[in-house]
Nanobody, 116 residues
Framework: QVQLVESGGGLVEPGGSLRLSCVASGFTFSDWHMIWYRQAPGNERELVASITSGAVTTIDADSVKGRFTISRDNAKNTVYLQMNSLKPEDTAVYYC?????????WGQGTQVTVSS
């Protein structure tokens, strides 16, 4: 069955870095666009970054431009979110999503907490 499993979250101090991973299974990963979202407590889910099946990347959230990058490794069925210069306002549950035409899959999320 389809699975998206995120990992790499945790507690980090302001200014630190984390790399999130999302491993996909159960579908042809290379054919799907991959997207990272995040949701902070009390907030709506926010689109963070996306990468097309052709590896075209977009950083969608203005607040993370210049700090976050998205990439994919089709050989490993994995999409990454490299997060640098983390700020307390980056604290959220981060979700990956796979999208193709009208079909979307979601992972379970990984918690990122930025605090001293």
């Amino acid at each position: 069955q389809v699975q998206l499993v995120e990992s790499g979250g945790g507690l980090v101090e302001p200014g630190g870095s984390l790399r999130l991973s999302c491993v996909a299974s159960g579908f042809t990963f290379s054919d799907w666009h991959m997207i990272w979202y995040r949701q902070a407590p009390g907030n709506e889910r926010e689109l963070v970054a996306s990468i097309t099946s052709g590896a075209v990347t977009t950083i969608d959230a203005d607040s993370v431009k210049g700090r976050f990058t998205i990439s994919r490794d089709n050989a490993k069925n994995t999409v990454y979110l490299q997060m640098n210069s983390l700020k307390p306002e980056d604290t959220a549950v981060y979700y990956c999503s796979a999208v193709r035409r009208i079909t979307r899959y979601w992972g379970q999320g990984t918690q990122v907490t930025v605090s001293s």
